[in-house]
DNA sequence: GAAGATTGACGATTCAATCTTC
DNA sequence: GAAGATTGAATCGTCAATCTTC
């Protein structure tokens, strides 16, 4: 499995390119929380978006949303439809700016946030126990190191 | 930015749950390698495929590409298309069995793959000179040990 | 004119169904 | 029937218009 890009087929055993390696480590990590959450009915991204209403004390405007997920408007425009299609959220007007849309996560939103909680905190207790702390650490060291 | 699942907005300064920030990270990461690659006109998938292709000796099967891509065919197929509509790739037909379809780099396929192979080198030193040698060794640990 | 949301298009990925060839 | 590839539909993300409202 020489995945590197420059690696010719000769040359075996290189320095096992880091980059590369976190790069799949998390790929690989992306798709077992996947599978946890799909126990439950949801993705990665609607178990994010019922997470950051769940949490709201009101309903929040699709752009407030946009900019706590950090993605695009349009992107929330389409997930709200989805989870909306789900039943877990129901759009509601704004009465102070006819402009704006808030999403308001409905009680069955509520449960099914708090059963994919519980799976994510599952994966996250096994992910704490793979890793010793001192390499926790080095890690965290690591992350901060390259998030300029 | 408090994004745990669990976080109820009193409760400041958790324990910093590492798998999301592990998460975050490679993202950033990755949209640093997308931005990179897109100066010489390439996306991820596309320059990972071009690499496949430029490492192999003849063309390659759609379906062996997939396996070394660990991906779907159909997803293969629709790579292809752009890369063929980009004029990086061509289709032959497999004379030794009609039902195999075989990819070819271009020469501007291959051009373009060395393009990209530099910038991923360039963030591959970033990345290296931005950890050191102690954490990159507990990264690899840390790495590895997730990926039972 | 700028802000909020939507729409349409495209890239990347998956799945299920289909077609051709073995 | 099984293998190779394609097609159609779905999710998730981006960007570039567009529409309504401020």
Redesign the interface.
Known sequence: MNNS?????GTAAPV????F???H??????ER?EAKLSEVGLSGAK?SAL?VLA?AADPLALSEMAERQSCVRSNITQLVDRLEADGLVRRVADPTDRRSIRAAITPLGRERQRA??KR??E??RE??E??SA???Q??????T????
């Open positions: 890009p420059t690696s010719k087929g096992e390119t880091s980059l390696s976190l790069l480590a998390a790929k690989a990590l992306e929380l178990f997470t949490n994919g909680a994510v905190n994966l996250q992910f704490a793979a890793i001192q390499d926790q080095a890690l965290r060291r690591a992350l190191a390259l998030g300029d």
